[in-house]
């Protein structure tokens, strides 16, 4: 079952990423988004009275000023319930949700050969805030929610979570 998560799911979501994230201490930044009032949708996927997965949207803009697109980040599934189409699900009710708020378009940094079966392509258009390696280049993706939406050429204008370089590098 995939829904909104509470304030109370926080102590079991922020459990959730030392196991599914062995190297990255994604619990920092986790944190600061659910503390954000506004603009951050945290699903969380429950399964045999436990939380099995976690995902967050943060709605950022295609340039200061420009429209509201969506960061999708990060993403976690408990390692005992990966490869159960856990993540998958998280990530198309999401998709759901923004396109029903008007949210044309999303992002993403990660791997394309997971992220590329929900659509997702190299972003050409928006920058990251930081820039990323070369290499990296073809983790940054992103796709339309709402047919025939182009976004402007721009630089991704996100809140003060993610203006963390550190969350944008190696
Ligand atoms: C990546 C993750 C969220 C996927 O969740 P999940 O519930 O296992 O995913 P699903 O069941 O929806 O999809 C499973 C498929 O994704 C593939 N997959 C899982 N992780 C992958 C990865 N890192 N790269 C490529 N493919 C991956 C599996 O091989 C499987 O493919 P198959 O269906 O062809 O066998 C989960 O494995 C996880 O939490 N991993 C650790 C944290 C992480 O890397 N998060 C992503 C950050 S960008």
């Known amino acids: 079952m ?3 998560a509470e304030s109370d799911d926080l102590p079991a979501i922020l459990a ?3 196991r599914a994230f062995a190297e990255e201490d994604l619990r920092p930044v986790v944190e600061a988004l659910a503390k954000l009032p506004h603009g951050v ?5 429950q399964a045999d009275g436990g939380l099995a997965g976690h995902v967050m949207f943060t709605t950022c803009a295609a340039g200061q000023g420009g429209p509201a697109v969506g960061l999708l980040a990060p993403l976690c599934v408990a390692p005992e319930r990966q ?6 699900q998280l990530v198309r009710e999401g998709f759901a949700r923004l396109a029903a708020d008007g949210i044309a378009y999303v992002l993403v940094l990660g791997d394309p050969d997971y ?3 929900f659509g997702f392509q190299q972003e050409r258009r928006i920058s990251t ?4 390696p070369p290499e990296w280049s073809p983790g940054w993706q992103g796709q339309s929610l709402i047919e025939g939406f182009i976004p402007p050429v721009s630089t991704l204008d996100v809140p003060a979570p993610w203006r963390q370089p550190s969350l944008w590098l190696p």
């Not at 949708?41 to 996927?45: E, T, Y």
């Not at 490869?83 to 998958?88: A, D, K």
């Not at 805030?129 to 990323?132: A, F, I, K, M, Q």
Request: avoid cysteine; proline fraction near 8%.
């Open 2 to 4: 995939i829904r909104t």
């Open 115 to 117: 992220y590329g079966r």
């Open 83 to 88: 490869r159960q189409g856990i993540g998958g």
């Open 41 to 45: 949708l945290s699903l969380v996927a």
């Open 16 to 18: 959730l990423y030392p």
């Open 129 to 132: 805030p930081y820039e990323l």
